[in-house]
């Protein structure tokens, strides 16, 4: 391939429009260690690339609380934890789902924000309704636009935003988490939310989207149908993304991709020692717990849309 790479943003990291490129532009300069030559299609058309991670962050309670169970005791460990994971894979964007507004909270008045504990180093959020076990977040250092909750049923949400590519061009990035206990809502949800995009040239949704187990072909099937790749079941086969699941699949959250091509994918899985890596089982929950930040992992795609 010819041409340079450009960086794109100017000191607030806010996108400058319109884009001219020659070769490949990036949302982060800091992308220019990645290889020209790993673009799947072969195409020497622009592209605009970017990572994208989604995380079911578990309440910041490992999944077994609708709120925070940050102690004193863990509360700068955990921190530097979820910092580290962010400073280590440097996302563009970044999708949560049970996700809380309260980090911390010592029981005598003194709270924090996640807001300002963990994501203060991207410019820009959107953060949605709080029920019980339900909340998305997203995160970004790029121009959010045309930001909208999205009403999935049961308290069940998504939030979506849009990434513009160009001056007439733009991606929807949706996070969602879907309903759980019955598999005709789950696939309910789902469909809402193809049909939200099926108009739409570019979109993403990511999230953990609960397939159920031994089902999961029946949502991976419906994305590939209605045109959109997938990071987990998809060329790389299934990927490990949770260890404590019982109805649902441990291969559950994904980032699905319409319009554009996956480059890359990445899981973020620590294994305690002495257990299957590959198969969790529910009894050594509280082993996984105690070396994972939640009881999902982080899935990570570099992702890419063509400009012309």
Known sequence: MNGHIFKVTDENNELKLPITVTDAVYLNDRKLTD????????????????????????????????????TPADYESTKKGFH?????????????????????NDGSGTTTTARNDIFSQFKNYSIGSE?????????????????NEISLGNNYKALEFSLPLTATKKVKICMCHLPWQVESEQ?????????????????????????????????????????????NWGYMGKILTSYNNV??????DNIAVKGGSILRVQVLQNTPEGCDPDNPNINDELLWDAVNLSDHFPIIADVEFPLI
């Not at 029920?131 to 930001?147: D, P, Q, R, S, W």
């Not at 031994?214 to 099937?221: G, V």
């Open 131 to 147: 029920i019980g076990y339900v909340g998305t977040a997203e995160f970004a250092n790029c121009t959010m636009l045309e930001k």
């Open 187 to 231: 696939q309910a949800a789902l469909q809402t939310l193809i049909n939200r995009y099926a108009n739409e040239p570019y979109a993403i949704i990511m999230g953990d989207m609960n397939f159920h187990a031994n089902k999961e072909m029946t949502s991976i099937n419906k994305l590939t149908a209605a045109g959109y790749q997938n990071a």
């Open 35 to 70: 290889v020209i030559d790993d673009i799947s299609s072969g195409s020497t058309a622009p592209f605009f690339r970017f990572r994208i991670l989604s995380w079911n962050v578990g309440h910041w309670a490992k999944g077994n609380s609708g709120s925070s169970k940050v």
């Open 84 to 104: 580290k994971v962010f400073n280590d894979y440097n996302p563009d964007v970044v999708g949560c789902c049970e996700y809380s507004s309260i980090f911390y």
């Open 247 to 252: 109805v649902c699949s441990n291969y559950l």
